[in-house]
């Protein structure tokens, strides 16, 4: 197989940095459905890196730990978008973010093709949005046809 089978194209990846790779690994285990792919020391300030997929896309979070280095959090606002499977996978996990204190905003109802969707806060106070009937990629496909 040719190395061009392996290359990546179009949007790959989100880089964090994050106070503890292990904390917000599990965030986004939790919250996001994504899975721990790769996993390196760091070098310099940076003290680890994980590599975090989305198994339904070739899209993947990379956290990198450090104490020293420092970065705008992505939020309020601006955020980073995952979809649920069901409107009741989204409410189970708006709950869940409840109960421990991050959810950032509940669980919205707006016209199409935003749908279904709730805020919620990282462990470094980035924002992961949960939506569910969001219509991205139908929308995407209508407007470049």
């Known amino acids: 197989m040719s190395q061009d089978a392996f290359t990546d194209r179009g949007l790959t990846h989100l880089a964090l940095v994050v106070r ?15 899975e ?13 890196v ?16 450090s104490s ?7 939020g ?4 980073l978008g995952m979809a649920c499977e069901s409107r009741a996978d989204l409410d189970r996990l708006a709950e869940l973010a409840r109960e421990r204190g991050i959810l950032r905003s ?9 749908g279904y969707w709730t805020y919620i806060s990282d462990p470094d106070g980035n924002t992961l949005e949960l ?3 969001q219509e991205i990629r139908f929308t995407a496909l209508q407007t470049t046809r």
Do not use: K
């Open 20 to 34: 503890d790779l292990d904390l917000s690994r599990r965030f986004y285990e939790t919250f996001a459905g994504l």
């Open 76 to 79: 309020p606002f601006g955020h």
């Open 36 to 48: 721990r792919v790769h996993e390196r020391p760091g070098e310099g300030a940076i003290t680890r």
């Open 106 to 114: 509940p669980p919205t109802q707006s016209p199409r093709p935003v």
């Open 131 to 133: 939506s569910y009937a």
């Open 68 to 74: 020293q280095m420092t970065d705008t959090p992505l």
């Open 50 to 65: 994980a590599w975090m997929a989305d198994p339904h896309t070739n899209f993947t979070v990379v956290l990198v730990e």
